[in-house]
């Protein structure tokens, strides 16, 4: 265990020593820093000044080891544009991410997961086809055209509806179904970390931003779930315990499952990664204050600090989570467990 856990930590470090590699790139090869933080107005001896205490007259080899230095210490320089320190940026930025894509994890996994077993155990049924039918409109729409739907039906729609009658007896009024268009709604500060999970607005707002990153997420995991819930459902140990008289339910959920969410736990793992690292799309339909927004903003107004400290955040949530997952892997897969002691003489 310690052999592997060791070995995937510096295939991480490798990794990130890409990602820095690519980020510093930027820096030299996407305009000149200089003319990016001084007006027209400032002289050449002022430039000469700035670009010395920048060390940009240091070897590039230098240069690229105070940047990975400062990155560690999460020194990631001054925003060209807002001229502010770029780690203080991301961490005002990094709860909105962070709370939209494990909202919209959660959502995938615990609407997938009922729904792939399903289609799985009644692959014929009726509804089990309108699941497909959905997961496929789910796969092939883009995320941005998912999110402009759900604004004009929510928020537009719901606004204008005239009050629908029930039986004549009462009416009810759409409007109180309306969702925000955009933003955060109302947040509560928790020592630095501001959340809008405690209030109705903030979890109102979350609403369609959530449902509209995790849908992706939601198809594959159902399909997955799904594949493997036919493939394992066809192995001789399932037939085994059918013959010994085993309960459908024990059977289903007490094997067929448990073998069915080994691929699945790597999946997600990937999958809780992309979600913030994709979030940039939702964040810009929802003008969510999040750091995709940012990022994109940045990208637009050539702001490399901000750049690079996105691009090496985002490497390390993955690194990260993918760690996090080969360990999880490790555990529940006995099999890897064996190739490994196979492979250090133990087997």
Known sequence: MVAFIIRRFIQSLFVMFVVALVSFAMFQFIGDPVNQMVGIETSLAERAALRERLGLNDPIVVQFWHFIVNAV????GISYQ????VADMLLERLPATLELSAVSALFSLLVGIPMGVY????????LAKVFLTV???GISLPTFLIGIL?????????ANAPAISVFGLFAIDPSVLQLPSFGRGTVVDLGGWRTGLLTADGLKA???PSITLGLFQLTLIMRLVRSEMLEVLRTDYIKFARARGLANRAINFGHA???TLVPVITITGLQIGSIIAFAIITETVFQWPGMGQMFLQAVQNVDIPIMAAYLMLIAFFFVVINLIVD??????DPRLRVDTGKATGHG
């Open 206 to 208: 979350l609403i369609m």
């Open 119 to 126: 289609t799985g155990l009644n692959r014929d049924g009726f």
């Open 73 to 76: 210490s999460g020194d990631f």
């Open 150 to 158: 759900l604004i004009f039906l929510f928020s537009v729609t719901l």
């Open 257 to 259: 499952l448990k073998n």
């Open 327 to 332: 360990m999880l892997y490790y555990v529940v």
């Open 135 to 137: 997961s496929l409109i």
């Open 82 to 85: 807002h001229k502010r320190p």
